[in-house]
């Protein structure tokens, strides 16, 4: 589920999210899905956007070998 694997990934806060949307699903009470759906894409561009920067940081520039 996006909430367990975006907990696995320390992404706490989409995790919090996805278990959010995940309980108004189950309540039967759909009106707020479309802004929590909302919500949950803003989480997970996020969290690509931090994952991209992250290995980005982590690629060895040319040139810096032995350095």
Do not use: H, W
Request: aromatic share 4%.
């Amino acid at each position: 589920s996006l909430k367990g694997i975006s907990a696995g990934l320390g992404a706490a806060a989409l995790s919090q999210l996805a278990s959010r949307l995940n309980k108004t699903c189950a309540s039967g009470d759909y009106a707020p899905v479309a802004e929590q759906l909302t919500e949950v894409e803003q989480g997970m561009a996020a969290l690509q956007e931090q994952a991209q920067s992250f290995f980005r940081s982590t690629q060895e520039k040319p040139g810096s070998a032995g350095r």
